[in-house]
């Protein structure tokens, strides 16, 4: 019997949250749902990447809660400005969280 080691696939990644301040900027291209095991409850955890064009080609990322709620919002298409903010505290969980603030070129639909 011969057997295959298994391997997770490989998802290149930029960060955009390295430090408070920093600004990415691009258009939105879409997002790709990824699995990514399963919750404590027994759902499936489903992750989402991010995909835009820069000045510089093409990146991906891997999206914050936050950013995954505001997602729905933007059409494929739009001019993107993600700042990062820091690290915040959720006032009713006492978690820390990365914030961001997203904004969408207004000469581009949403």
């Known amino acids: 019997m011969a057997y295959k080691k298994l391997a997770f696939e490989q998802i290149p990644a930029t960060d955009i949250a390295e430090q408070a301040g920093q600004v990415t900027e691009g258009i939105y291209l879409g997002k790709r749902e990824v699995p990514f095991g399963t919750r404590d409850d027994g759902s499936p955890d489903i992750r989402v990447i991010v995909d835009m064009q820069g000045p510089n080609g093409e990146f991906s990322f891997w999206a914050s809660t936050s950013i995954k709620m505001l997602l729905p919002q933007v059409a494929t298409?739009?001019?993107l400005r993600i700042t990062y903010r820091g690290l915040e505290k959720n006032p009713n969980t006492g978690r820390?969280?990365?914030?961001?603030?997203v904004e969408a070129d207004e000469g581009i639909p949403v």
Request: aromatic share 22%; glycine share 12%.
């Open 77 to 79: 298409g739009t001019r």
């Open 96 to 101: 820390k969280f990365k914030a961001f603030d």
